[in-house]
């Protein structure tokens, strides 16, 4: 998945995400404009493994192999969405959740 993730229908946008998580975060005031977008590439990619590791942990055995197949085939983005969103009916509600988790790991 990318930056951006389709939410039943919604897009959720990591790097507003990101963006928000930075401005919530006093430490990073005054910083330089390039470190502080290393930063937040930084904790992009760290977002990003979480939800996917959310994402496919919640597969069942069949859907592992389907989606091992789909990533062999190259799937495109809306592809491998729709494919997670119909096998993990419950993904919006488990993203947001590991959302909130890193959001309280990383603020406190």
């Given at each position: 998945?990318?930056d ?9 946008d ?24 290393q ?19 919640n ?13 062999e ?5 809306d ?17 947001a ?9 990383y603020?406190?």
């Open positions: 998945m990318n951006k993730t389709k939410n039943a229908g919604e897009s959720l990591l790097k507003a995400f990101v963006d928000k998580l930075i401005s919530e975060k006093k430490d990073y005031e005054g910083l330089e404009p390039g470190v502080l977008d930063i937040k590439s930084d904790i992009l990619k760290r977002v990003e493994e979480r939800v996917n590791v959310v994402m496919i942990t597969l069942s055995e069949d859907a592992i192999d389907e989606f091992n197949k789909m990533s085939a190259n799937a495109t983005d592809e491998m969405q729709n494919f997670f969103l119909k096998n993990i009916p419950d993904l919006p509600q488990l993203i959740s590991e959302l909130l988790v890193f959001r309280d790991t603020l406190s």
